[in-house]
């Protein structure tokens, strides 16, 4: 990493000289709100950063619910269609006219997205090809300190971060003491990396409601404890979902979060699941499909991205994939007419996050290997059936079912080759980057299938934000 570091003054002036176009690109993209698009869903803001002393560990960090179901969609802002023109535009009906204003906003949409995808390249263009590859990595804080347990980010973690620049970090409740310590912890991390010139972390944690909850779980926060999301379900109260949705964002991002690994979308098709239970919003496809995606735009709207979780359901099987083996029977036929409904809708609704479970599907694939390092669930089905284009984050790459079959290195390598992003949580962290850095090496793995995968990363994270 050496190398990376005789870049980092480079890294800081190009960022100075990349500021002019992030405020044109916001600006572009905000002309195109105005015209009545959903435009790049997710702008929330950057918090201000501010530095602090360390302390950098502290109480043991749980590995209890190890249950790191994880996924970002961020929020969605958009004009009301029943809003008159003059309303959404400011002007009067002499200004323009209708199809004037579209094509202005049609322009204003290529512009942006110009810009990013510009934005993109030049950021990309900057990065070593170890930058590159921690972008593919989210682990715990303790992972990237060498901490037996982090409550706050100091000297320790700023080194880390100079030498491991990882694309995000996951907290669990033992990092999570109360809100000023959260916030504090948050802010100084987000800063190091802004200091060293490195592209923003995803920030981010296990909140779904229910029994999953470091935050809402814990009285020193004082914030509402959201029920499991089976009770919504009960009562198809689609308000409510979106209510909880944005509760939870709401105080996620006043932490200083950027991502929560929620909702759940799964389908509780056999009724003996123990894994998912009353996680799930219910046993209809349809209506899980519409509850997941009102709490998923609740949390866009406090600016939190969300990620739908777990591809292609985990609500289908009877063993637990944190302690083991677990699969599910089903065809890809009978997968496509019930646990891959609401994952369909996430996608033709703009989601960013798909998590991809540990399962095994045989009578898809022929085979026992998990879904999550599957080239055909991933590849085959996920991007190529359904259309899916963005970020693929693995659930916990140590639980039971991949650490009692793969190494750390050969878990990681396998989940890029069927198409992964995000590797969340390797058993062995330092094992698993260098086992992609030798695939590279020896050519198993190729440094565009590496870009591809941080282009996906980049374009969320580059997004403007209000």
Not at 105 to 126: G, Y
Request: one cysteine or more.
């Amino acid at each position: 990493m050496s190398e990376r570091r005789g870049k980092t003054i480079q890294k800081r002036r190009r960022k100075q000289k990349c500021g002019a176009g992030r405020i044109l690109l916001t600006g572009l993209l905000l002309l195109a709100v105005s015209g009545g698009i959903w435009l790049l869903q997710g702008m929330h803001g950057p918090e201000q950063e501010t530095e602090q002393s360390d302390t950098d560990l502290q109480s043991v960090q749980e590995a209890e619910q190890n249950d790191t179901d994880l996924q970002p969609v961020q929020a969605a802002e958009h004009v009301d269609a029943d809003t008159p023109s003059d309303q959404k535009t400011g002007r009067t009906d002499t200004d323009t006219s209708p199809s004037q204003d579209s094509g202005e906003t049609e322009m204003s949409m290529v512009s942006a997205e110009k810009l990013l995808e510009e934005e993109v390249e030049a950021h990309l263009a900057d990065m070593t090809t170890e930058e590159k590859v921690l972008q593919l990595f989210m682990i715990t804080p303790e992972a990237l300190t060498g901490a037996a347990s982090v409550t706050a980010a100091g000297d320790r973690t700023r080194e880390a971060i100079l030498q491991y620049p990882v694309g995000g970090i996951i907290y669990f409740a033992g990092n999570l003491k109360e809100p000023e310590q959260v916030h504090s912890m948050l802010e100084n991390t987000r800063s190091y990396y802004e200091e060293a010139g490195f592209v923003a972390p995803f920030l981010g944690v296990d909140e779904e409601g229910g029994r999953v909850a470091r935050i809402g779980g814990q009285p020193a926060f004082g914030v509402e404890h959201i029920g499991d999301m089976c009770s919504i379900g009960d009562r198809r109260d689609a308000q409510e979902a979106r209510r909880v949705g944005n509760v939870i964002g709401t105080y996620l991002s006043e932490l200083g979060f950027s991502l929560d690994f929620a909702p759940v979308a799964d389908v509780l098709t056999d009724p003996d699941n123990q894994v998912i239970g009353r996680r799930s919003y219910g046993t209809d496809p349809e209506l899980v499909a519409e509850l997941s995606m009102e709490t998923a735009e609740g949390l866009e709207e406090a600016g939190i991205w969300a990620v739908l979780k777990h591809y292609p359901g985990h609500g289908a099987t009877r063993e637990d994939s944190h302690d083991g083996y677990a699969y599910t029977d089903k065809t890809l036929e009978e997968l496509l007419e019930a646990e891959l409904i609401p994952f369909r809708r996430g996608i033709e609704e703009g989601i960013h996050f798909i998590m991809a479970a540990h399962i095994s599907v045989p009578s898809v694939t022929g085979d026992q290997v998990p879904c999550a390092l599957s080239p055909y669930m991933i590849t085959d089905v996920l991007r190529g059936r359904m259309g899916y284009d963005g970020i693929v984050v693995t659930d916990a790459m140590n639980m039971g079912a991949i650490r009692q079959q793969y190494s750390s290195g050969e878990a990681s390598v396998l989940a890029i080759q069927a198409g992964v992003d995000l590797i969340l949580m390797p058993a062995d962290f330092h094992s698993a980057f260098e086992g992609v850095l030798d695939a590279l090496e020896a050519g198993t793995l190729t440094e565009e299938r590496i870009d591809e995968s941080v282009r996906r990363i980049l374009r969320v994270k580059l997004l403007p934000q209000d």
